[in-house]
């Protein structure tokens, strides 16, 4: 009976009354945002660190670069002799070059004191950049193989006329053209500061640094 009193005497519940014993059912947690934009001073720190990788080449090295290359162009111009009398407006590119061509010419063993200079004094020199020395052994690894040709014309010996005589003349011909290619696009690297690869010689030239 005392039971029956007490369940007699207890209220029943209403929507009021749950909604009051329940004071966080209602409550809607906000949400988090999946995206998060970055600060201004995580922008900065970027930009900071963009600015010091970007490292340009000194003008100093891309000079010096750029003057290595004269030295197998130089000795490939006995190469162009075919060339300049089959084609003699050919001559007219190779004009502002002649007062340079004529003080190195000029110079007694010209061509193995300024092997040796870009070699010893360069190439071998640590204290060039990475940059500077793989163009100087690029240039001395190609005006070591502009010798190989006029060993094997004075080997082979192939005369005036002929078939051997048409092959030395494609074969000095292609010397020519290639080494005008290599000095061209070398020197235009060097100056813009960009690494010229060129080819059959890059590789050579990097086992060597």
């Given at each position: 009976m005392a039971f029956i009193s007490i369940l007699r005497l207890s209220p029943t519940p209403t929507p009021k009354t749950l909604s009051k014993s329940r004071p966080f059912s209602s409550f809607n947690p906000p949400l988090t945002p999946f995206l998060k934009?970055?600060?201004k001073t995580h922008l900065s720190q970027q930009s900071t660190v963009t600015?010091?990788?970007?490292?340009?080449t000194p003008a100093t090295d891309r000079l010096v670069s750029a003057v290595s290359y004269t030295l197998?162009?130089?000795?490939?111009?006995?190469?162009?002799?075919?060339?300049?009398?089959?084609?003699?407006s050919l001559a007219l590119l190779v004009d502002p070059v002649i007062p340079l061509l004529s003080l190195y010419r000029s110079i007694p063993y010209a061509s193995f004191v300024a092997f040796f200079a870009l070699?010893?004094?360069?190439?071998?020199?640590p204290s060039f950049s990475q940059f500077v020395r793989f163009n100087?052994?690029?240039?001395?690894?190609?005006?070591?193989?502009l010798v190989v040709p006029l060993?094997?014309?004075?080997?082979?010996?192939?005369g005036r006329a002929g078939l051997?005589?048409?092959?030395?003349?494609?074969?000095?011909?292609a010397v020519f053209?290639?080494?005008?290619?290599?000095?061209?696009?070398?020197?235009?690297?060097?100056?813009?500061?960009?690494t010229p690869r060129l080819p059959f010689i890059a590789e050579a030239a990097g086992r060597q640094i």
């Open positions: 934009f970055p600060s600015r010091m990788s970007y490292n340009p197998p162009f130089f000795n490939s111009l006995q190469y162009g002799r075919f060339l300049f009398t089959k084609y003699p070699y010893l004094g360069v190439v071998r020199n100087a052994m690029q240039a001395v690894t190609l005006d070591v193989l060993l094997l014309t004075r080997i082979l010996n192939p051997g005589f048409k092959l030395m003349v494609w074969g000095h011909n053209l290639f080494s005008c290619f290599c000095f061209v696009y070398g020197l235009v690297s060097s100056i813009l500061g960009k």
